[in-house]
């Protein structure tokens, strides 16, 4: 169970995390690429394990690409986030349905969700974001 959890997480989390906007910027990470990528990770997942994926998702690592694109790994029931290439070490292992952008956006609630309803999909927000209600 938890594999399947994991495995969903990777390719629907990981898709639907790209912020949309920066599709229109020059060299930015474009949907098919996106999609690629999750793919990879999903396959490389299966074929390896998580633990030998987690140490690529890093800045610079196999899974970081153009100045906007990524994988992360994210519960998709608890919205643990589980590997992420720009988030320092103490946000891993830790609860984050109650993020928000810096419009005010719940956005790690709605990949969780848009995941969980769909099983796939893209979320739009803001890069930046104001933590979660507690820690502002």
């Not at 790209?18 to 793919?39: D, F, K, L, M």
């Not at 519960?75 to 946000?91: N, R, T, V």
């Amino acid at each position: 169970m938890q594999k399947n959890i994991l495995l969903g997480a990777v390719m629907v989390l990981g898709l639907i995390s790209i912020n949309t906007a920066a599709w229109a910027q020059e060299g930015s990470a474009t949907r098919q690429e996106c999609v690629v990528q999750v793919t990879q990770v999903v396959d490389r997942i299966k074929a390896d394990g998580f633990d030998a994926v987690a140490a690529a998702i890093k800045p610079g690592g196999s899974y970081s690409w153009k100045a906007d694109g990524y994988v992360f790994c994210m519960d998709a029931e608890e919205g643990i986030m589980l590997a992420h290439p720009y988030l320092p070490p103490q946000m891993m292992n830790r609860p984050l349905m109650s993020w928000l952008d810096s419009n005010g956006k719940p956005f790690i609630r709605e990949m969780v969700e848009l995941a969980q309803k769909e099983g796939k999909g893209w979320v739009t927000y803001m890069s930046w974001f104001r933590g979660s209600p507690e820690t502002r």
